[in-house]
C-alpha cells in the first residue's frame, strides 16, 4: 500500500493550492480519510477528516478555508486550501484508516507528506 501526496508547494499569504493523494494497493474497509500537518517544532495535528459514511470535520483554523473531498473510483482524497496563511506553513500528510486485511478495520496508513510553505 502507498499513500501519494502531492500538490505543495510556495505560496504567497491569501493563496490557494491544492493537495491530491493517490491511493495505491488495497486497503480494505475504509472508514476515515483525512489530512494532518506537522509544522517546524510542533506536534502533527489533524487538519480535516472524512469519515466514510459520514460530513467532514475541519481544524478550527482552517474552517471555512479549506475543502477536504474525495473520489472513491480513483482512491483519491484531496484538500483545496483558499486564503493561505504564513501559519498554514506546515508539511501535510494523508491517513487512511482502514484494514490490511477484510476483517481488519484498524489500521493507519500515511503517505511521505508534501511541504506547503506561505509566505508573508
Known amino acids: 500500500v502507498q499513500l501519494q501526496a502531492s500538490g505543495g508547494g510556495l505560496v504567497q499569504a491569501g493563496g490557494s493550492l491544492r493537495l491530491t493523494c493517490v491511493v495505491s494497493?488495497?486497503?480494505?474497509?475504509?472508514?476515515?480519510m483525512g489530512w494532518y500537518r506537522q509544522a517546524p517544532g510542533k506536534q502533527r495535528e489533524l487538519v480535516a477528516t472524512?469519515?466514510?459514511?459520514?460530513?467532514?470535520e475541519y481544524l478550527d483554523s482552517v474552517k471555512g478555508r479549506f475543502t477536504i473531498s474525495r473520489n472513491y473510483a480513483r482512491n483519491r482524497v484531496y484538500l483545496q486550501m483558499n486564503s493561505l496563511q504564513p501559519q498554514d506553513t506546515a508539511v501535510y500528510y494523508c491517513?487512511?484508516?482502514?484494514?490490511?486485511?477484510?476483517?481488519?478495520?484498524?489500521?493507519?496508513?500515511w503517505g511521505e507528506g508534501t511541504l506547503v510553505t506561505v509566505s508573508s
Open positions: 472524512m469519515p466514510i459514511p459520514g460530513s467532514a
Open positions: 494497493g488495497s486497503i480494505f474497509n475504509i472508514n476515515v
Open positions: 491517513n487512511v484508516h482502514g484494514g490490511r486485511t477484510p476483517s481488519d478495520y484498524g489500521a493507519d496508513f
